[in-house]
């Protein structure tokens, strides 16, 4: 089974402090995606990554940035943290190509971010 | 643009019945549509993915049938048990790129 694990479950930080959320998966997939998720507004793409040093944007990267130096870890980072930002972010991987194309994503338990 | 629209946003049913989930979408040149199952407070769990060419998939009590003419999916949950609450998602992939377009999900409560 596919594993995707997200560093924290739950995440306490202030006002501009610059925030770490770690995302790690051990089935060797490609694609790397990191959302958040607010009530009434769904799932929102923030950054993803189809390999390794390889970055795209999502609807929302602004004030987001990404890091992905190996392949089985994708690192969302929060450059100055503010209040709007808390919210659930949910890490999800997927096969690329081929025959895996028409693969689900997997994603991780989510990271419940409070900015004080 | 692609828009992806669940209908109702929220459903209580009794126990034992059987249940569907609607899912439309507005642009029919999709890769594949995928259903998820989401826990409070917890991520997503794929339940099952259509690929453009089929009509249908099956996983135990669950079926999805997809028509891409008319834009629409249905989730059927047949025999639902205290144990299916949760919200369900669907999600469309674009044939132009690896992103999903999601739902804002049906919020589904079985009642013992």
């Known amino acids: 089974d596919v594993k995707v694990t997200q560093s924290s479950r739950y995440l306490v930080k202030r006002t501009g402090e610059k925030v770490f959320l770690e995302c790690v998966q051990d089935m060797d997939h490609e694609n790397m995606f990191w959302y958040r998720q607010d009530p009434g507004l769904g799932l929102r793409l923030i950054y993803f990554?189809?390999?390794?040093?390889?970055?795209e944007k999502g609807d929302i990267p602004e004030g987001y940035s990404v890091s992905r130096e190996k392949k089985e870890r994708f690192s969302l980072i929060l450059e100055s943290a503010s209040t709007n930002q808390t919210s659930m972010y949910l890490c999800?991987?997927?096969?690329?190509?081929?025959?895996?194309?028409?693969?689900?994503?997997?994603f991780g338990d989510g990271t419940r971010l409070s900015i004080l | 643009k692609q828009e992806v629209t669940q209908i109702p946003a929220a459903l209580s049913v009794p126990e034992g019945e059987n249940l569907v989930l609607n899912c439309s979408f507005t642009?029919?040149?999709?890769?594949?549509l995928q259903w998820f199952r989401q826990d409070p407070g917890k991520g997503l769990t794929s339940l099952l993915l259509?690929?453009?060419s089929q009509r249908e998939q099956t996983s135990g009590r669950l079926n999805a049938s997809l028509d891409k003419s008319s834009g629409r999916s249905t989730l059927y949950i047949a025999a639902s048990q205290p144990g299916d609450s949760a919200t369900y998602l669907c999600a469309v992939r674009p044939y132009s790129n690896y992103q999903l377009i999601w739902g804002a999900g049906t919020k589904l409560i079985i009642k013992p």
């Open positions: 259509i690929q453009s």
């Open positions: 642009d029919s040149a999709i890769y594949n």
């Open positions: 990554s189809y390999d390794v040093k390889m970055k």
């Open positions: 999800a991987s997927s096969p690329q190509g081929g025959q895996d194309s028409n693969q689900p994503q997997h």
